[in-house]
């Protein structure tokens, strides 16, 4: 079965803590790709970062940094002196191939407070 | 615009009643989802077209749901005899390509917001 858990329903935050947004995914593929989406109050997604199955490497943009960790089967989110403007929905998500349509967790409600 | 369209943006419609739902993706995006954001449910996938292979299907919660995407641009979600358990935001996106493309993510509209009543 293919499946991503988002076990942080809600996640509060003072502004300029730091938070980490966990991401588990479960595939039986060797091949696969991960997505970071945003929903901002607005409602609309905004695509953050896709990572394939075989780059394992770290990313970072900014203050957003991704983890991919094949061994434990996570993808987690880490935001780094949050600000206000970061309070949207995150969600996870995961593609088995290229013809195959998105499927997401439930979503993490991340909320920071001046 | 440059971006995915969804019409209406909020649609109320009394139980049993047929509602069409309207999505103009980004001209020259192949691929076109629908999922279903449901209150505490993340995003559910329900149609998926691409190019002009025929549409996976496999979302759709029941056969009171359809939808067509003609002439490879507009598509359109219709729901027959809605019930209130169809009260959602319905969300359309489209890609250049396939969604494991790398530089082909998914864009998404604003949604469709029905309420059932």
């Known amino acids: 079965a293919q499946k991503v858990t988002q076990a942080q329903t809600e996640i509060s935050v003072v502004e300029k803590e730091d938070v980490t947004l966990d991401c588990v995914y479960e595939?039986?593929?060797?091949?696969?790709?991960l997505f970071w989406y945003k929903q901002p109050p607005s409602g609309e997604l905004v695509f953050l970062i896709r990572r394939n199955s075989f780059d394992e490497q770290n990313e970072i943009s900014g203050r957003y940094s991704w983890n991919f960790q094949k061994s434990t089967s996570s993808f987690n989110f880490t935001i780094t002196a949050s600000q206000v403007v970061d309070s949207a929905v995150y969600f996870c998500a995961l593609s088995f191939s290229g013809n195959t349509p998105l499927v997401f967790g439930k979503g993490t409600r991340l909320s920071v407070i001046a | 615009g440059a971006g995915v369209s969804q019409s209406p943006s909020n649609k109320v419609t009394e139980k049993g009643k047929d509602v069409e739902l309207r999505c103009d993706p980004i001209s020259g995006h192949t691929a076109l989802y629908w999922y279903r954001q449901s209150l505490g449910q993340g995003l559910e996938f329900l149609i998926y077209f691409q190019g002009n292979s025929a549409p996976d299907k496999s979302g759709l919660p029941s056969d009171r749901f359809s939808a067509e995407r003609t002439g490879g641009s507009v598509s359109t979600l219709t729901i027959q005899r809605t019930q209130q358990e169809d009260s959602a935001v319905y969300l359309c996106?489209?890609?250049?390509?396939?969604?494991?493309?790398?530089?082909?993510?998914?864009?998404f509209g604003n949604g469709t917001r029905l309420t059932v009543t």
């Open positions: 996106a489209s890609s250049l390509t396939s969604a494991g493309a790398y530089n082909s993510p998914l864009h």
């Open positions: 595939t039986r593929d060797t091949t696969y790709y």
